[in-house]
């Protein structure tokens, strides 16, 4: 099957957790895509890394990469409930390409 | 803020039928996406394009076709709507090909009976 057209994962967590969604992909890339989508709208960025970063913040959102394994992941510092969306990672693929990691579907429950 | 308008926001079509959905951006972006989203999965790509009138296949461009006749647009056809087309699709753009974030519109949901 196709990298991302896997069912979405589902995490269920209380207020105040930490949390982290992993990603691997298959393909040589330089930059991982970090996209939170809330119902009904599309993806918006939250976080963008690149492989001489490493490790990247943003707020309570923290991103790693490491090229050697080909994975990503992204946690949340005590998240809220505000922060319940479904997760994707992407990355390019070369020749222009964007494609899309399965996701992770987050409810966080007071 | 970067903008990506998609219309119309729903549609219904016909099996058979031919639909074609319409994407503008006044982003001044070089590279244009389109997605499907299937309910409680992720999003595949189907047409990309990085300059206007070219488009190129994505993973799953059988049953659709691409036009790009100008920067600002990117419309996504489809010749003969099946029951399986029924999803959400998505338009994106962005500056910089795989390198920069994408910039999403509000998704177009067809369902298709």
């Known amino acids: 099957s196709q990298w991302g057209e896997e069912n979405l994962q589902a995490l269920s967590i209380q207020e105040g957790e930490d949390v982290t969604m992993n990603c691997s992909y298959k393909t040589y890339t330089t930059v991982v895509h970090w996209y939170r989508q809330d119902s009904g709208r599309g993806p918006a960025l939250i976080i963008l890394?690149?492989?001489?970063?490493r490790e990247k913040r943003s707020g309570r959102l923290r991103a790693t990469l490491d090229t050697s394994s080909q994975s990503s992941s992204l946690s949340i510092t005590a998240a809220q409930c505000e922060d319940t969306a479904v997760y994707f990672c992407?990355?390019?693929?070369?020749?222009?390409?964007?494609?899309f990691g399965s996701g992770t579907r987050l409810l966080v429950s007071p | 803020e970067a903008a990506v308008t998609q219309s119309p926001r729903s549609k219904v079509a016909v099996t058979g039928g031919k639909v074609t959905l319409s994407c503008h951006q006044t982003n001044n972006h070089d590279y244009m996406y389109w997605y499907r989203q299937d309910t409680g999965h992720g999003l595949r790509l189907i047409h990309y394009?990085?300059?206007?009138?070219?488009?190129e296949k994505g993973d799953i461009p059988d049953g659709y076709k691409a036009s790009r006749p100008s920067q600002e647009n990117f419309s996504l056809i489809l010749e003969l709507a099946s029951l399986s087309q029924t999803a959400v699709y998505f338009c994106?753009?962005?500056?910089?090909?795989?390198?920069?974030?994408?910039?999403f519109g509000h998704g177009t949901k067809l369902s298709v009976l």
């Open positions: 394009s990085y300059v206007a009138d070219s488009t």
């Open positions: 992407a990355v390019g693929t070369g020749g222009y390409k964007v494609v």
């Open positions: 890394i690149r492989s001489n970063e």
């Open positions: 994106a753009s962005t500056s910089g090909g795989g390198n920069e974030r994408l910039f």
